[in-house]
């Protein structure tokens, strides 16, 4: 169905569904997604605030919901389930063990659930992700001690092989892990350049997560390394 089709109650249930799933969404944002003016979303907005939806915040600032707001069970159109099944086929032999787990166990339950119709169509979706182009154990085992440092914060030391063959020891700050295709690399901050480094995890030698922890610094975090690279695009 097109969005401008839509009606205004299921547009109602979509602004929702969106503000709840973010930490913080603009008026500009939501009608972007919904096809629809800002104004419409402020007026769309003010009444389900005057429902009783805690939705908080205010136009020109962004809309957030309060904390512990709950929806009944989603149930998924049969494309919504199709592109979930391509997500996790394609993503399965290129994340971490536990994380595809847990890829796995996410998607079962959402085809528990959904219709016999919708669920057949999901799962006899015609895309697959032949076992070419997929990590190796050594790197999925990195991989994820690498993921969970970069959440909680805390510093990794490591002794790292570059192109060249020069090994090094660093200490990093690590601030994300990225897939490109054929290789993963992790995003961070060296302490011993100061400086950003993106580093392959399959040339990692040895690695520890550290108990040191980091805090975001200006000029050191994955925003301001996002913004280097936009101003050496732009240039």
């Not at 009444?47 to 009944?72: S, T």
């Not at 995890?201 to 000029?219: A, N």
Request: charged share 30%; net charge positive; aromatic share 8%.
């Amino acid at each position: 169905m097109h969005t401008r089709r839509m009606r205004r109650a299921d547009r109602l249930f979509q602004i929702v569904q969106l503000i709840r799933g973010r930490r913080l969404s603009t008026a500009e944002y939501l009608a972007q997604r919904l096809e629809v003016s800002v104004r419409t979303v402020y007026r769309d907005v003010a009444d389900l605030q005057h429902q009783g939806v805690p939705i908080e915040g205010e136009a020109g600032v962004g809309y957030r919901m309060r904390a512990g707001f709950d929806l009944p069970p989603l149930m998924f159109t049969t494309e919504e389930a199709q592109a979930l099944v391509a997500s996790v086929r394609l993503a399965q032999g290129r994340l971490d063990h536990a994380l595809a787990a847990q890829a796995d166990a996410a998607l079962g339950k959402i085809l528990a659930v959904l219709p016999t119709t919708a669920r057949a169509a999901a799962e006899g979706l015609a895309l697959y992700a032949p076992p070419i182009n997929r990590i190796d154990d050594d790197t999925r085992a990195r991989l994820e001690p690498m993921r969970r440092a970069a959440e909680s914060r805390h510093k990794l030391w490591m002794r790292y092989r570059d192109l060249k063959e020069a090994v090094s020891e660093r200490t990093v700050r690590p601030l994300g892990c990225f897939f490109w295709s054929e290789v993963w690399t992790l995003a961070a901050w060296c302490e011993q350049r100061e400086d950003f480094r993106n580093f392959r995890i399959d040339r990692v030698i040895e690695l520890r997560v550290l108990d040191d922890r980091f805090r975001d610094e200006p000029g050191r975090t994955l925003p301001d390394l996002f913004r280097m690279y936009e101003v050496s695009e732009k240039n």
